[in-house]
Each structure stands twice: as C-alpha cells, then as structure tokens.
C-alpha cells in the first residue's frame, strides 16, 4: 500500500499522502463527515460508554473505496473525535486503531482482486463486494473486541459480535447505494483515489499474500475468540478474559502484516 504512485510520479500510500494537498483535505472530509454522524447516535448506546448505533459505520467503507488510505485516517480521527462527547479513555486508542482498518481495507481487498469500479452489478462482483466488507467489518471487530477484553472493559464476545453486526449490517446495505449515487460524480471531478494515485492502484507482489493473511486473521481471529470465550477452547489455566487475549493476539498481530502487504 506504499507503493501506489501519483500522477505525477510521487507516492500517495498511507504515509506519504500526508505530502498531497488534496489528500489531507479528503482525510479531513472523511473525519468530519464520520464524526457528524457518530455524535448524534451516542444518546442510542448499544453498550454504554462503549458502543452505539452507528449509521455512520457506511462512512468509513463508502470513503475507503473513494479515497484509499485517506478514509482509514479520517475514520481514525474521526472516531477519536466521536469518542471524546461519549467518554475518552484507553479504549478509544483501540477504537481508532480498527476504525482505522475498518476504513483502509475496503479499498485495498477489492483492487487485490478486480480493476472494476467498486460499483457492483454482476453476481460475482456482488460476492466480492460482501466478502470485502464482511472481512473489514470483522477485522475492525477483532482489534477493539481484543483491546477492550484485555483492558477489562467489556467481554470479548459481547463486544467484537457488536461491533461486527452492526458495522457489517449498516455498511453492506448503505454503501452500495452511496457508491452508485455518488463514485461515478466523484470521479468525474479527479479526486477517487484511483485518479489521485495515476491510475487503479498497481498489484504489489505481495498483494494477493496479503489479503489471504488479513481474511484468515479476521475471521480466524473472531472464531478463536469467541470459542475461547464462551469456553469451547482452553489455552491456560489463566481466567477466561485472559485467555481470549493470549488466544487472539497472535490473529490481531497478523491482521497488521497482512495489511502492510496489500
């Protein structure tokens, strides 16, 4: 994902886009418009002082798939910001970290596998396009339902099934619909991240490894998990929140290199 060249010869991966203009400005569109719709819904908690109805979870994915790594900052930001009005603490660094990944996957999973427009109309870009989603939604679970047990917030299994119900259900129904309404108009101004980038991101050597590790570590990641936790596995004599965390950590340490590869 560090690869990808602009048009004019200069880089726009995930660092090196903080040296574009207009990438900075779309990271700062991504944070706003995802903070917005997240702080009217903290008065709607599903766990509170945790998590809440979030419409907003589209926000993340629709960007992602319009702007690249632009969204998986803004989504970052944007869900720190929302965390501040509903009580910031050591949790919300794990909240940034998979929003951040729940909005830099979309983009990078489906160009591992297709050129097309991330519009889909054909039964096999259908497929693709929930596999996409679903993989971010239980990547983005995995990271704050593991971080949140091993502080001693919340239960592993409450939270990471939460957080993937509610991110996958609202984003595969919303975003198909944002993406037709609105890809082909912002593509028409220049500023998709394919255009911004010099083309459809380039596959790197190591692009097809990498979305195998990150969909094996995501769901992987949530079965082990949830069998620890709700006792079908035992992995030490240690009480059962610690077990989850020593169970999942080596998925959620993969699901990072399996992103770095992309």
Known sequence: MTADRGAAGGELGLFAMWRNTRMVVLTA???????????????????????????????????????????????AIGNIIGDFLGGFGPGALFGAAGNFIYGLLPYYLWRAFSAADPTPSTPVQWIGFVAVVAIASAACALIIGWGLNALGFVPFAALANIIFVNNFAIAVVLTPLLLHALYGRVRATGLCYDDLSGGAARRRRWTSLGAL???????GGMIAGNMVALGYVTV????????????????????FIGAALL
């Open 29 to 75: 569109i991504s944070a706003s418009l995802f903070a917005a719709l997240l702080i009217p819904f903290k008065l709607l908690p599903l766990i509170p002082g945790v998590t809440e109805l979030r419409p907003a979870n589209a926000v993340p994915v629709l960007c992602s798939f319009l702007f690249g790594p632009a969204a998986a900052w803004g989504a």
């Open 213 to 219: 590790i990150v969909t094996v570590a995501a769901v």
């Open 236 to 255: 030490s004599d240690a009480p059962a929140a610690a077990q989850v965390t020593i169970a999942v950590a080596p998925f959620v340490v993969a699901l």
